[in-house]
């Protein structure tokens, strides 16, 4: 039972959203988290924290269902305490009693890797160059680090990077800053109160999920958040998802992914013993060996892939790649020595603003009406086999931003005078690469398929993440909800002993009477 | 979080200050004594603990739901929620953010019947009387008064790590849990941080278990008055527990609760 003048009272100082802000018609993102809005604080309703007006954008976040679900809960929980500038901020929460949505307003950001990369990658097809600093990817990489690095440090494990997942502010006080969003699954790891996999079996979208994942490792650990800053460093660099893959039988109840795995030997190689030796304690281990030969990937490694996309393997940026995607989860490097590489004491050194104070070339983020779903979905497909149109749906709002961007373009045909202009992952040339380069390692026994899909494939890798990705429904959800656990356990690298020890603790502590106090001895 | 209490919510917006504590409960004082407010606390901190181990849950989501429930009656009357209900929702609310699994609607509902009938009946001649649907109104109201604040520091990781750093671990361990566990059914949560409130079970287990351990807490260097103050929360809970018997006491104590009015009343309507 409630008081009715407690209700009463609550109801007056509750503010609604609808009241604080504008954002009717202003949809940019629709996926399985929900509805993202950009929103404007109402005429006359001044910003709480410093009185003042404020004509600031802002993003909206309306929680897909009703009531507070597990994963809302913990997005709250977590974003609640996180404060740091590559992370994304909440700023408030909005309750709204009448049809129990649950609204989270973050600040607004114009841009993420996703819709990034694959600006480049449509212009990469239609041979034309896109002008960005030449050190923008090695800041975003160090912001990247920066967040997640801070994330680890308190104990938080992000779970789902990947490039829709990674916000980049446009113009305004923050320009050019990363901001890693949507913690939904991320969870405070230093209680494991369950095992990880009982939870949310399968959550890292599988083109940046880490080998021992794969393998059904039965953790989360920090190690499996830097495997996928490595997939989204190699994509950064080359334009391609590196372990691009088709991914139709996502609703396979298994983490073990055959052709995911083969993708990454087909990138990597065959992972030798003594590379990795716990490789055999895996769970999935005896169907690793079933199913793979070594000797199909004897010719592959991660220095012809890099190097087949003009990145020597002498470069800084390769040595601080094949760091990050070392096979063996407990021989990767941390998010913390990785900030210390060599790779960003060299010029350019990695700036606040990645676009460095340059013209920013892509466009913002379009409203989407519910008719632009379907139809973005769509050309999106189409995008990816003949992009040479990035710039079709440009509305009024964003003619700007396209004059910005010729101006850019224009530039940058002054191009090779200015040193500090240069294609983005291609410092090496400044001819560009053609084909999607997908299948390169010739060791596609049985997977005549991925070509075909490859434009479907990259539109699905958008989806379900971000806050604000114009992504689709379908796949991921059934993914999460579909995918059980596999049998057996692997000791998690990422735990103490201090922590597994308060895990038996726990234990001890229900099976036993522990759960009374003296109080009720005495 | 986990790694950095000093900037967190329950750091900066949730440990209140004493004085404020009490001038808070000023209302609910108007009906019943201190000590009465607080055996009405004891009583639903129980029942939470009950309900808890019903639905199998650990201790972390247990003591969390019960510094929610502190948390919204150390702003709130005890009128303006029955009690009764706000504690189920605390624990539904702390087990999602513990990441225990969502306990279903019904299962929720089904064991607070249960309990009620099983454990409780000294308190309740009734059934229980909320919905699912009851719960997650509730809900709304919880996250709302705590201000979204849903991370709570436990004593128990700092007491472990103190323990160990110790010695002694078999002997002490147990005992300072259950302390903590006890700590729990006193303001303490509200008042101290919790690595304090584990520095003070663990020196109440020293004295039960005749560990001499003053060098360890010299050497730590925490404000011993604070640790003091702790204990003596603990101790008079014990105390009050002493010649307590909930099963008699428990009904009279309900009946002198202020309960919501869930219709305006008439005085309302004039003003």
Known sequence: MMDYEFKVKTAAERVKVEDWFDYEGCKVGRGTYGHVYKARRKDGVPNPTNGRNDNRDYALKQIEGTGLSMSACREIALLRELKNPNVICLQKVFLSHNDRKVWLLFDYAEHDLWHIIKYHRAAKASKKSVMVPKGMVKSLLHQILQGIHYLHDNWVLHRDLKPANILVMGEGPERGRVKIADMGFARLFNSPLKPLADLDPVVVTFWYRAPELLLGARHYTKAIDIWAIGCIFAELLTSEPIFHCRQEDIKTSNPYHHDQLDRIFNVMGFPLEKEWEDIRKMPEHPTLLKDFKRTNYANCSLIKYMDRHKIKPESKAFLLLQKLLLMDPTKRITSEQALMDPYFNEDPVPTSDVFAGCPIPYPKREFLTDDDQVKEEKTENKMQQRPPQPQQNVQNQQQNQVHQQQQGQNQGNNGPTDPKRIRMGHPHQGQNQSGMDQNNSGHQSGHGHQGQNQGGGHTHGGSGGGYMNSGHQGHQGQGHQNHGQAGGHMHPSGNSMMQQHYHQQNQNHQNQNQNQGFGQRF | ?271
């Open chain 2, 1 to 271: 979080m986990a790694g950095n209490f000093w900037q967190s919510s329950h750091c900066q917006q949730w440990i209140v200050d004493r004085q404020d504590l009490i001038r808070e409960r000023q209302n609910d004082l108007q009906f019943m004594s201190e000590e009465e407010h607080q055996k009405i606390l004891i009583f639903f901190c129980n029942f939470m603990q009950t309900l808890g181990e019903q639905l199998k849950l650990r201790q972390q989501v247990i003591a969390t739901a019960s510094v929610y429930f502190k948390r919204f009656y150390a702003r709130n009357s005890l009128k303006c929620i029955d009690p009764l209900l706000l504690a189920p929702t605390a624990i539904f609310l702390a087990s999602k953010v513990e990441e225990f699994g969502v306990i279903s609607n019904s299962r929720l509902v089904t064991t607070c019947h249960q309990v009620v009938k099983s454990k409780f009946n000294y308190a309740y001649a009734q059934d229980f009387p909320y919905r699912t649907n009851h719960i997650l109104e509730c809900e709304f109201y919880l996250l709302e008064n705590m201000d979204c604040c849903l991370i709570v520091y436990q004593p128990y990781r700092p007491l472990v790590h103190f323990v160990q750093d110790m010695g002694y671990e078999e002997q002490l361990l147990p005992t300072a849990w259950r302390m903590v566990n006890d700590s729990l059914r006193t303001d303490v949560c509200l008042l101290y941080p919790p690595y304090q409130i584990a520095l003070a079970c663990l020196m109440m287990a020293c004295v039960v278990m005749q560990k001499d351990t003053k060098s360890w807490f010299a050497d730590i260097g925490v404000d011993m008055e604070k640790i003091q103050e702790i204990c003596r929360y603990i101790l008079s809970f014990y105390d009050l527990t002493k010649n307590y018997d909930e099963k008699k006491e428990a009904q009279a104590l309900l009946a002198k609760m202020p309960k919501p009015k869930t219709q305006p009343s008439r005085e309302e309507n004039k003003h």
